[in-house]
């Protein structure tokens, strides 16, 4: 059976920053059939639920109230990576726009909503170890791709 990280908030786990989920109920039901492995980069990387929301500036993670977060981001990316390598992980659906977790669009660090084309910690990481991010607009690629 094919392995799949999944971002814990879009499986309607309250691992957001703010407390709360990104719960994708189609992407749940889409997903029958595949071993799901939840996972969330800035919850595993020690940062508490909720935290303060953070956007990368520079290559630095900086949270709104201007700390310097970046050690609990590449933290938590180096612990889902080796997750991923323990279970033989090829792709992940990972939320898009976050530090973590976009890839190909990322918030520019200036918490004003605009989008940069940029990879998060966690997804530059996995990518740069081979592993496809696909996103919540984006996985039913992923889908056709390993029926």
Known sequence: MIKILVSSCLLGSNTKYDGTSNYNESLINDLKGYEIIPVCPESLGGLPIPRTPSEINNDIVINKLGNDVTSYFKNGANKVLDIAIENDIHYAIFKKNSPSC????????TFSKKIINKDGITSSLLKENNIKIYNEDNYKELLELIK
């Open 102 to 109: 976009g890839s190909n669009g990322i918030y520019d660090g």
